[in-house]
């Protein structure tokens, strides 16, 4: 298994988010996970981006207990083996495509040839390589969804978190995105975790997590 979760528990302040969950997921493996706003699914998929710590329960990625990481390792272990799509995209207005792109790479201190090689062939891969030098600003938002998208695999993470990745966009682009993800995982065999309100998507996965009040269903 890529991904084990152990008996995860998180509270902010008095509200107790996540209540004992356990999850595993499979080396690429697309997973949804699905459930009413206030369910614990963004927390969730934080706590697996190293993003927000457990209160109580273990977290392994790959072989390694990320709930024991702290400061450089963990920022090195996140850089290299996640990547994160977000619903706003989150791209740099100043640079353009390719920079925003090459942005991780640059942070682990890849070589820099190394770094646009993998950009283009990324950008190509998911026909944009015509917009590698516009900025964000003049980008459709499906086109910008997927520089995100490229930006996350640059440094060819073992895991993929993708946050509710097609919620501003209009449903023909949100279709395309999803079928990106199936393409990726069969090109550069990701694993894909996805928190979505979006229907076609969860039942397109190769398996859904439900969550309710903080527990999976």
């Known amino acids: 298994m890529l991904v084990k979760v152990k008996d995860i528990h998180k509270s902010f302040g008095t509200v107790q988010v996540l209540k004992g969950v356990t999850v595993e997921i499979a080396q690429s493996e697309i997973v949804s996970i699905v459930g009413a706003s206030g369910a614990g699914k963004t927390t969730l998929l934080q706590i697996l981006g190293t993003l ?28 290299r083996q996640i990547g994160f799509v977000f619903q706003f995209h989150n791209l740099l207005p100043e640079f353009t495509a390719a920079e925003n792109i090459c942005l991780p790479g640059m942070i682990l201190g890849r070589k820099d040839q190394e770094l646009k090689s993998r950009a283009s062939l990324l950008l190509d891969y998911l026909g944009i390589s015509h917009r590698a030098h516009h900025k964000p600003s003049e980008l459709s938002g499906g086109e910008q969804q997927r520089v995100a ?10 895991l993929v978190l993708a946050d509710e990745p097609s919620g501003n966009l209009d449903s023909e682009n949100a279709m395309e995105l999803h ?12 694993t894909f975790v996805i928190v979505t309100h979006n229907n076609d998507l969860a039942s397109m996965s190769d398996r859904i997590i439900r969550l309710s009040d903080g527990k999976v269903v």
Do not use: C, M, Y
């Open 52 to 79: 927000e710590r457990p209160d109580k329960g273990t977290v392994e990625i790959d072989g390694k207990a990320i709930h024991n990481l702290k400061g450089n390792g963990l920022s090195q272990f996140r850089n």
């Open 149 to 158: 998208v490229a930006r996350a695999l640059i440094n060819n993470p073992a």
């Open 179 to 190: 079928k990106v993800f199936f393409n990726l995982r069969k090109e550069f065999g990701q």
